[in-house]
């Protein structure tokens, strides 16, 4: 089954993540009014299940991850995996923040970890979550807040300038959230 698709900043690439642990790319591009066309561009074989795919804003890198414990880096120009972070954990969700320069990566344990992108996705801080385990993180568009969503129901702001959780910007839901995103 599919466990994420996520269309390229341009919109000329769709990424799919599958539970056989496939991440394919396929090219998309209208054909008429009412049809468009998928060609199939990249397909990548990964060790395990694709739990969450997502590009950097430029396009240039494309992050995938899940059960293998790692998060795998394509780079969209020669479509070849670059980089392989390991973690100890499965890694149920990736978010590129809207400048590119850091990726928040979480997933099973209750912290979201910081990666910076341009020092070779190096650890630059780990957010504790308070019991939170996240399913789905999003930066805020100034990538002054990350929102992230989790098994317990809750949605939390973290500010991401000093790594704090926001008084007063704490959200309970009745039902598990799975995703969140924030307005452009």
């Known amino acids: 089954w599919v466990n994420k698709v996520a269309f390229s900043p341009g919109g000329t690439c769709l990424a799919i993540g599958e539970a056989g642990g496939k991440l394919a790319v396929y090219k998309y ?3 008429t009014q009412k049809n468009a066309q998928l060609d199939i561009l990249k397909e990548f074989k990964l060790d395990d299940s694709v739990l969450d795919v997502e590009w950097s804003p430029d396009g240039k890198w494309l992050y995938a991850d899940g059960e293998d414990l790692k998060i ?3 780079d969209t120009s020669c479509w070849e995996v670059v980089h392989k ?3 100890e954990r499965w890694v149920q969700c990736i978010s590129s923040s809207k400048n590119g320069s850091h990726i928040a990566v979480g997933g099973v344990s209750s912290e979201i ?3 910076e992108t ?3 996705w190096e ?5 504790e979550l308070k019991g939170l385990v996240p399913l789905s993180a999003q930066w805020h568009p100034r990538d002054q807040f990350l929102a992230i969503t989790g098994q317990n129901n809750s949605i939390l702001a973290i500010e991401t300038t000093d790594a704090r959780h926001v008084q007063g910007h704490h959200l309970h839901s009745v039902f598990p959230v799975l995703a969140i995103e924030f307005s452009p």
């Open 29 to 31: 591009r209208d054909v």
């Open 72 to 74: 795998s880096v394509v």
């Open 85 to 87: 972070i390991d973690r």
């Open 113 to 115: 970890s910081i990666l």
């Open 118 to 120: 341009h020092s070779g």
């Open 123 to 127: 650890s630059v801080m780990g957010i």
